[in-house]
C-alpha cells in the first residue's frame, strides 16, 4: 500500500496567492522528501528533510514534518502560473538510508490561474 | 550535466509484442530505479539496482517482467509478453551512494493496443 497519502488531490488558486499541501504516511522514516512533476516530465526533488528536523526552507518552499502525527506539509508562497505542476511527498522507511528506497503518495495536482 | 536519458519517448504496440525500455543513468550513480505510474495505482517501484546488482524486485508485477543492469550506464525493462494492463508511464531514476536525491528521467509513455 502507499506510504504517503497526499491531501488535496487537487487544488486551484490565483497567482500571488500561498498554496499548502499535506502528506500522511504510516511508518517511521528516516527522511521525507518532495517532488514536483511537470505534464509529462519526470519528477524532480525539491526539498529533503530529516526525521529529525521539524521545518526547512528552499526559496518559496516551506515544508514542515511532525513525526509524531507522521505528517508533513509543504507551502508553497506567492504562487506563480508556472508553479502549476503535481507535487508528490516521498518516504524513505526507517532503514532504508542505505538504498534511497522511497515510497511515493498519489500526489497534489495544483493549478496556479494568472 | 546530462540527466537520465530514457528511451523511447513513446512506445504503441499490440497486445502480445515485446516492449524493451532502456535507460541510462547519470555517471557516477550506482543505484537505479524502475517505477511505474498509472493513474489508477500512482508510482510504484518496480526493482532497484545497486552497482549493477539487483537489490529488490519485489514490485515486479508478474514473470512477464523483467530488467537487467548489465554494466553502470545502461539497464533495460522488458515486457513479453505485453498486455493492454502495461499501459503506463514507466520511469528510471538515479542516484549515488552518499544519500542523495533521485534523478528522474522523462519517461517512456507505453501504449499496448
Redesign the interface.
Known amino acids: 500500500s502507499?506510504q504517503g497519502e497526499e491531501d488535496p488531490q487537487a487544488l486551484s488558486i490565483q497567482e500571488g496567492e500561498n498554496a499548502t499541501m499535506n502528506c500522511s504516511y504510516k511508518t517511521s522514516i528516516n527522511n521525507l522528501?518532495w517532488?514536483r512533476q511537470n505534464s509529462?516530465?519526470?519528477?524532480?526533488?525539491l526539498i529533503?528533510i530529516r526525521s529529525n528536523e521539524r521545518e526547512k526552507h528552499s526559496g518559496r518552499l516551506r515544508v514542515t514534518l511532525d513525526t509524531s502525527k507522521k505528517s508533513s506539509s509543504l507551502l508553497i508562497t506567492a504562487s506563480r502560473a508556472a508553479d502549476t505542476a503535481s507535487y508528490?511527498c516521498a518516504t524513505a522507511p526507517r532503514g532504508s538510508?542505505?538504498?534511497?528506497?522511497?515510497?511515493?503518495?498519489?500526489?497534489t495536482t495544483l493549478q496556479v490561474k494568472p | 550535466d546530462a540527466g537520465?536519458i530514457q528511451s523511447p519517448r513513446h512506445e504503441v504496440t499490440e497486445m502480445g509484442q515485446e516492449v524493451t525500455l532502456r535507460c541510462k543513468p547519470i555517471s557516477g550513480h550506482d543505484?537505479l530505479?524502475w517505477y511505474r505510474q498509472t493513474m489508477m495505482r500512482?508510482?510504484e517501484?518496480l526493482i532497484?539496482f545497486?552497482n549493477n546488482v539487483p537489490?529488490?524486485d519485489s514490485g515486479m508485477p508478474e514473470d512477464r517482467f523483467s530488467a537487467k543492469m548489465p554494466n553502470a550506464s545502461f539497464s533495460t525493462l522488458k515486457i513479453q509478453p505485453s498486455e493492454p494492463r502495461d499501459s503506463a508511464v514507466y520511469?528510471c531514476?538515479s542516484?549515488d551512494s552518499s544519500?542523495q536525491?533521485?534523478?528522474?528521467?522523462?519517461?517512456t509513455r507505453l501504449s499496448i493496443l
Open positions: 502507499q522528501q517532488y509529462g516530465r519526470g519528477l524532480v526533488h529533503l508528490f538510508s542505505n538504498t534511497g528506497k522511497l515510497i511515493f503518495g498519489q500526489g | 537520465v543505484y530505479f500512482g508510482l517501484l532497484y545497486n537489490i529488490d520511469f531514476a542516484r544519500n536525491p533521485q534523478h528522474f528521467g522523462d519517461g
